[in-house]
C-alpha cells in the first residue's frame, strides 16, 4: 500500500461530503498515480480516471468530455453516493483550471455528486491557474519524495541504500544494475521534469543555462553560494535574476532547491545567499555513475551525501505542513539547519568524525538567538537512521 497514512488521508476526504476538489500536487515518480489508482480501486464508488500525460498536448476539450463520462456514469447511481473523477496531469492544459471552476460549478448548482482528484506535477500546478481560478474550492494534498521508512518497509532498503539511491519508488527495481538505474533518473526524470514539466509551464529564454542551473545545484548541494557566485561559475551568458528564477523552478519541481539563511528578520532572509539542496540523493548519485560500493569509500563524497539525506528529508517532510527549512552561517561558524515551527526553531547539525569545533556553531547560534531545541545528528548525537523516521515538525 502506497503511504498508508496519506492513502488514508485521501479517502478520508473524498468519502466526506462534496465540498472541495482535492489536488495531489508533487514531483514527478513519487507515486501520484499509483496512490489515486489504488484509491479508486478500493472504493465502491462508480469512477473515471483520465490522464492528460501523452505526447501531444491536450486541450480544455478534453476536460470537458472527461467531465460529461463522469456525470453519465452519475445518472446510474445513487447521486447521494457520488462519482469519483480523477484528472491526472492537467496542468498540461491551457487554462485548465478555469475549465474545471466552471464544471465544478455547473455541478453544485444541479446538485450532481462528483468527486474529483487533480493530479500534477508539483507546485507549479498551483502556479498556472490552481490559486486564481480555483479559490475557496480546493485542497492541496502534497505528495513529497519517498522518506527512508516507506522505502525500508517497501523495498527492504537499508540506511546506506536509501541515501545513495534516494527516495523514487519507480527506480527500486533497477538498483542491482547500476547502470541501468542511473539512466533511467537521468532520461526519465531529471529530463523529463525538465523538458517537460518547466519548460512547458514556464517560459524559458535560455533552456541551457536552466540545465547549468540545475547541475551546479547538484554539483553544490549543501553548500552556500552567492547569485553572483553563480553567474560567474555557469560561464554563461545570464544574470542574477534569471538564475535566481530558474533555481525557484527547479524548485518547483522537485528538484533543486536553494535554502534561506535563517533570521528573526524576514528581509534578511529574503536577502541572504542561498544554500544549495537536492530534494532527492539520487540527482547526486546517479550522474556520478559512482556506485554504491564506491561511494562508500569516498569518504567525502558520502559525507556529502548524508549530509544532503537529512536536508532533502526536512525538507519534503516540511511541505504542506506549518514548518519551515533555514540553514544559518556566519563568518566559518554555522548550523547545517534550522527547522523552525511558529516562533519555535531549533538548529541541526550533523556530526562525524572528520569535522572538528562542530559545536562552536551551535554554541554561536544558541549564544545569539536562544533556540528552544538544540539537535546533534551522527556519531554523537541522534543516531542517522532514527533522525530519518522522524518527521521535520516532530522536533518542534
Known sequence: MYKRSLYNNVIKRVLEPRTFIQVLAGPRQVGKTTLALQIKESLSLLSHYASADEPTLRDPIWIEQQWEIARLLAQKTNNSEGVLLILDEVQKIPEWSSVVKKLWDQDS?????LKVIVLGSSTLLIQTGLAESLTGRFEVIYISHWEFEECRDAFGWNLNQYIYFGGYPGAAMLISDPERWSRYIIDSIIET??????MLMARIHKPALLRRVFELGC?????????????????????????????DLLSKAGLVTGLQKFSPTPLRQKASSPKLQVLNTALISA??????????QDGEFWQRLIECTVGAHLINTSLGTPTEIFYW??????????I?????????????NKKKKIHSGLEEF???????????????????????????????
Open 340 to 352: 523552525k515551527k511558529g516562533k519555535r526553531f531549533a538548529p541541526v547539525i550533523i556530526s562525524n
Open 366 to 396: 544558541s549564544h545569539k538567538f536562544h533556540p528552544h531545541k538544540r539537535l546533534v545528528v551522527g556519531n554523537d548525537g541522534i543516531p542517522l537512521e532514527e533522525f530519518l523516521l522522524t518527521p521535520s515538525s516532530s522536533w518542534l
Open 329 to 338: 552561517k556566519e563568518g566559518n561558524k554555522g548550523v547545517d539547519f534550522v
Open 109 to 113: 448548482i444541479k446538485n450532481i455528486n
Open 193 to 198: 521534469s525538465i523538458s517537460r514539466d518547466i
Open 287 to 296: 550522474p556520478s555513475y559512482c556506485s554504491l560500493e564506491n561511494a562508500q
Open 219 to 247: 554539483q553544490y548541494s549543501n553548500y552556500v553560494l552567492s547569485y553572483q557566485h553563480m553567474v560567474g561559475q555557469l560561464q554563461a551568458a545570464g544574470n542574477v535574476h534569471t538564475v535566481a528564477h530558474y533555481l
